[in-house]
């Protein structure tokens, strides 16, 4: 299934304690992520940071929590550059999550089917009115 994700709204930071480096920034995605999409992010954007100065103390372990990217020890040096860096593994997460239904080989169902069967178990979850 295809899986595609966009920043959906200002950059926010967080100082972080006194003994650490840098500062907290959170970015908000336009919906939580999959692991499978969020593993991908991280790949790319680990690879596109590798080589850069100033990234010493940047932790990508869990970068996405939720529906938000957490990038923890960010430094005045490398904030000008981090942005266009964590672009580029936005855009290569979404590629890498483009529908292979052909590639994954042939179903067991429809898609019709499958969402028919969410919607009975979502309505049996709700409690009667």
């Known amino acids: 299934m295809t899986e595609h994700h966009t920043i959906a709204g200002p950059a926010r930071g ?7 480096a840098g500062a907290r920034v959170r970015l908000a995605l336009d919906s939580a992520p999959t ?3 969020s593993s991908a992010l991280t ?3 680990a690879a596109g940071l590798t080589g850069h100065a100033s990234v010493g103390h940047l932790r990508l372990n869990g970068v996405v929590q939720g529906a938000d990217l957490v990038l923890e020890g960010v430094e005045p040096e490398a904030a000008e550059w981090m942005g266009p860096a964590l672009l580029a593994a936005i855009i290569a997460a979404n590629s890498a ?3 292979d239904g052909a590639a994954a080989g042939p179903r067991n169902m ?16 709700r409690p009667a009115p």
């Open 35 to 37: 692991p499978r999409w």
């Open 97 to 99: 999550c483009e529908d």
């Open 110 to 125: 429809e898609q019709a089917e499958a969402d028919r069967l969410a919607r009975a178990v979502g309505d049996g979850a």
């Open 14 to 20: 967080e100082a972080l304690a006194a003994d650490r």
């Open 43 to 45: 790949a790319h954007l």
